[in-house]
């Protein structure tokens, strides 16, 4: 089988907003991405433009749920599906309380049925994929065979992609932070997933900095790594500058009213990570009275002070003139 999913950025709260994700598109033609964690309330009781409206250009693109109650699933896939996107995502991975008190994300690992009931009632309800975020397995379970029991009983209801992020969730006593780096990576067993279930498409997350493939997988997800150093991304021949002049005509394509600079700017701050200048980069692009003009002219601005040639010193340049001769 095809694997849409070779190279994905994940999920992340208060990051991958549609303006981050235009960005990354513009850095990468090949990355899958996804929005941010949705909770179905928010689309079932709040305002679903604000949560689902995104721009053509962000193909492929998943959208992903929280939740645990199949029909709730159900009804916001479908609403997934009218909005356009290629894939609806179920995250049961997030360790968090918040989460954990709304009776989804990690902890619904417990419950292998309930999620393939959500698998199952989604596909009923969208024709597009549905996937699943999990992790290994929950606070002091060290068995292969929970995480392979759980995929085995998921994937029966219909469900042929896992992004597997290789660590154990921690429901007690870490932050979701701590779950990102204590508990330790097990990649060996995200590949052994693949050899149990050649059949799945399976995709490694938790860890990675580079967006290389990982023998044994379908796929890499790249979280923060890619947000803070979104070049690892990057296209074969693309340079920063056609992101940077892309960005700037994103921004000229918003009405005054829908604009702001410093919503997309922010998601921009690691472009030039590496990069001899790239101090004077997010200088200029967190500076408050620059924002404040709310000009996207300042993409432009900042890109030519970081790739303009550097000036020679003064006492270098007197050295190199040529000697006048005495008459």
């Given at each position: 089988m095809t694997a849409p999913h070779r190279l994905c950025v994940a999920p992340m709260m208060d990051w991958t907003d549609r303006h981050c994700r235009y960005f990354l598109r513009q850095v990468s033609a090949r990355a899958f991405l996804y929005t941010e964690m949705i909770g179905t309330g928010a689309l079932l009781h709040g305002n679903v433009d604000r949560h689902l409206a995104f721009s053509p250009g962000e193909h492929p693109v998943g959208a992903q749920l929280g939740g645990s109650e199949p029909e709730d699933l159900a009804r916001c896939a479908r609403l997934v599906e009218?909005?356009?996107?290629?894939?609806?995502?179920?995250?049961?991975?997030?360790?968090?309380?918040?989460?954990?008190?709304?009776?989804?994300?990690?902890?619904?690992?417990a419950e292998p049925g309930l999620v393939a009931d959500c698998v199952r009632a989604m596909r009923e309800a969208a024709r597009i994929?549905?996937?699943?975020?999990?992790?290994?397995?929950?606070?002091?379970?060290?068995?292969?065979?929970?995480?392979?029991?759980?995929?085995?009983?998921?994937?029966?209801?219909?469900?042929?992609?896992?992004?597997?992020?290789?660590?154990?969730?921690?429901?007690k006593g870490l932050s979701p932070k701590e779950n990102r780096e204590i508990p330790p990576l097990r990649y060996d067993w995200v590949a052994r997933l693949k050899r149990d279930f050649p059949a799945l498409e399976i995709v490694l997350n938790g860890g990675l900095a580079k967006a290389d493939p990982y023998p044994g997988v379908d796929g890499v997800m790249l979280g923060r790594a890619a947000y803070h150093d979104p070049w690892v991304l990057a296209d074969a021949g693309k340079?920063?500058?056609?992101?940077?002049?892309?960005?700037?005509?994103?921004?000229?394509?918003?009405?005054?009213?829908?604009?702001?600079?410093?919503?997309?700017?922010?998601?921009?701050?690691?472009?030039?990570?590496?990069?001899?200048?790239?101090?004077?980069?997010?200088?200029?692009?967190s500076d408050a009275n620059l924002l404040s003009r709310n000009d996207p002219a300042l993409l432009l601005e900042a890109m030519e002070a970081v790739e303009s040639p550097p000036k020679e010193p003064a006492h270098e340049r007197r050295s190199q003139a040529q000697p006048v001769e005495a008459r």
């Open positions: 009218q909005y356009g996107y290629d894939e609806v995502n179920l995250n049961v991975g997030c360790p968090s309380e918040r989460v954990q008190r709304g009776a989804f994300g990690a902890c619904l690992m994929p549905v996937t699943v975020k999990h992790r290994l397995g929950l606070d002091r379970v060290e068995s292969y065979e929970f995480v392979a029991g759980f995929v085995q009983e998921v994937s029966d209801a219909g469900c042929g992609t896992f992004i597997v992020h290789a660590r154990n969730a921690v429901l340079a920063r500058r056609d992101v940077v002049l892309a960005m700037h005509s994103y921004l000229q394509g918003m009405t005054r009213e829908e604009r702001s600079i410093r919503h997309v700017a922010r998601h921009m701050l690691g472009l030039y990570h590496g990069h001899r200048r790239a101090r004077l980069w997010r200088r200029m692009l």
